[in-house]
């Protein structure tokens, strides 16, 4: 359980607490008279002199006037909270709450964070942020798309906001993108609000749409896929979607994948060992107890202020041989089949960072033993 906390009023002003105790991921309401108005502060800097903190005077302006914009407007007085660690909070100012519902499965919200943008919340857990959601989506969708080489049906589990679909569609030579979520209303409220990181993918041809739960999809379907992306919710131990980690609902992702050459990658939570210590090891384990080689890399995404790992998954018999993921040949790839000027942040020399797993975390992969299946999440090997 995490300890309470209190919210600052104004993120640039954290002597001035409210009263209250904050609790897990919950919504604050905060602002006194102080912060409110967007009125010019005082401020002291090292040497005691008082320095005016109000940013339109000339010699603080900046050449982003968009920027500049954000940081002139007053204090939001709603802050999602969510807490990295006991100890360590991650605060978003919200500017506005464009959808608040709770829907058969899961409470909902589309909102405003300023300078990251709209943003999509589920359940008090801070979902994507339409500013920066290309460093999440680019290498979960490329990376495993390169390593295949020239994927044509490609298979999104999760993945509502359409940003993964977005970025698959991007390649020439795929035919179709199928999309499996299992909360229409999500998918709805992000088709309608967050176009911007959409960008029109439901509208695409090739696309498809199934609502419905992924495990029952996979069970029923006959069909194989390329690639195969799992783009779902945070893998919390003891969560309610957590069996969607087991190994045996990786077995079923392996039986739809194109036998000997497909890749399966999905979003395996946080590499920090401070705030997860065996979240990403056991991911590992557990993946690497299905398929014949793991791949790990991660992204940081500034939104979720920790750095985010991924794991790549195939049986593909001569991997080491016939997957080169050196920076040239991930460059020769892209440009053969999508328009490179379309990517924010992947390339090769980019992937050469996100393969690029710190040595304490690949340590901690090798030592870990426990693989998690749905009779027992925490069996040993």
């Given at each position: 359980?995490?300890c309470?906390?209190?919210?600052?009023?104004?993120?640039?002003d954290?002597g001035?607490?409210?009263?209250?105790?904050?609790?897990r991921r919950v919504?604050r309401r905060?602002?006194d008279?102080?912060?409110?108005g967007g009125?010019?502060?005082r401020m002291?800097?090292g040497d005691?002199?008082?320095?005016d903190?109000d940013?339109?005077?000339?010699?603080?302006?900046v050449?982003?006037a968009?920027?500049?914009?954000?940081r002139l407007e007053a204090?939001p007085n709603?802050?999602?909270t969510?807490?990295l660690t006991?100890?360590?909070?991650?605060h978003h100012?919200?500017?506005?709450?464009?959808v608040n519902?709770q829907?058969a499965f899961q409470n909902?919200q589309?909102v405003?964070i300023?300078?990251?943008?709209?943003?999509?919340?589920?359940?008090?857990?801070m979902?994507l942020?339409?500013?920066d959601?290309?460093?999440y989506h680019e290498?979960l969708v490329?990376?495993?798309c390169v390593?295949h080489g020239?994927p044509?049906?490609?298979?999104?589990?999760g993945?509502?906001?359409?940003?993964?679909?977005r970025?698959?569609?991007k390649?020439?030579?795929?035919e179709q993108v199928t999309?499996?979520d299992?909360d229409?209303?999500?998918v709805?409220?992000?088709?309608?609000?967050l176009?911007g990181?959409?960008?029109?993918a439901?509208?695409?041809?090739r696309f498809r749409?199934?609502?419905?739960?992924?495990?029952a999809f996979?069970?029923?379907?006959r069909?194989y896929?390329?690639?195969?992306l799992?783009?779902?919710?945070?893998?919390?131990?003891q969560?309610p979607?957590?069996?969607?980690?087991?190994r045996e609902?990786?077995?079923?992702?392996?039986?739809r994948l194109?036998?000997?050459?497909g890749?399966?990658?999905?979003?395996?939570?946080?590499?920090s060992?401070?705030?997860?210590p065996?979240l990403?090891?056991?991911?590992?384990?557990t993946l690497?107890?299905?398929?014949r080689?793991?791949v790990?890399?991660?992204s940081?995404?500034?939104?979720?202020?920790?750095?985010?790992?991924?794991?790549?998954?195939t049986?593909?018999p001569?991997?080491?041989?016939?997957?080169d993921l050196?920076?040239?040949?991930v460059?020769e790839v892209?440009a053969?089949h999508?328009d490179?000027s379309?990517l924010?942040?992947f390339?090769?020399?980019f992937?050469?960072?996100v393969?690029?797993?710190p040595k304490c975390?690949?340590?901690?992969?090798e030592?870990?033993?426990?693989?998690y299946?749905?009779d027992?999440?925490?069996d040993s090997?």
């Amino acid at each position: 359980m995490y300890c309470g906390l209190t919210v600052p009023c104004a993120s640039a002003d954290f002597g001035r607490q409210r009263d209250g105790v904050q609790t897990r991921r919950v919504w604050r309401r905060g602002g006194d008279g102080v912060c409110a108005g967007g009125k010019t502060r005082r401020m002291r800097n090292g040497d005691g002199a008082t320095r005016d903190a109000d940013r339109g005077s000339a010699q603080h302006q900046v050449k982003d006037a968009a920027s500049e914009a954000w940081r002139l407007e007053a204090p939001p007085n709603v802050w999602l909270t969510e807490p990295l660690t006991p100890c360590t909070v991650m605060h978003h100012g919200v500017r506005q709450i464009l959808v608040n519902r709770q829907t058969a499965f899961q409470n909902m919200q589309v909102v405003d964070i300023g300078p990251y943008g709209r943003a999509l919340v589920l359940d008090q857990r801070m979902q994507l942020a339409a500013n920066d959601e290309f460093m999440y989506h680019e290498p979960l969708v490329h990376l495993p798309c390169v390593m295949h080489g020239a994927p044509k049906r490609v298979l999104v589990l999760g993945g509502a906001d359409g940003g993964a679909a977005r970025e698959a569609l991007k390649w020439r030579g795929v035919e179709q993108v199928t999309l499996v979520d299992i909360d229409g209303e999500v998918v709805e409220a992000c088709r309608t609000h967050l176009s911007g990181i959409h960008q029109g993918a439901f509208d695409d041809p090739r696309f498809r749409l199934h609502v419905g739960d992924a495990l029952a999809f996979l069970e029923s379907s006959r069909e194989y896929y390329d690639v195969i992306l799992g783009d779902l919710t945070d893998p919390v131990e003891q969560g309610p979607s957590f069996n969607l980690f087991a190994r045996e609902s990786f077995s079923l992702v392996r039986q739809r994948l194109t036998p000997g050459r497909g890749v399966f990658a999905i979003q395996s939570g946080s590499t920090s060992l401070v705030e997860e210590p065996h979240l990403f090891a056991r991911m590992n384990k557990t993946l690497a107890s299905v398929f014949r080689h793991v791949v790990p890399f991660q992204s940081f995404v500034p939104t979720f202020g920790t750095p985010l790992g991924f794991c790549a998954c195939t049986d593909q018999p001569q991997f080491d041989v016939e997957i080169d993921l050196s920076c040239s040949r991930v460059n020769e790839v892209v440009a053969s089949h999508l328009d490179p000027s379309t990517l924010k942040a992947f390339d090769g020399l980019f992937a050469q960072g996100v393969l690029g797993i710190p040595k304490c975390v690949r340590e901690a992969i090798e030592r870990e033993t426990v693989v998690y299946s749905m009779d027992d999440s925490h069996d040993s090997e």
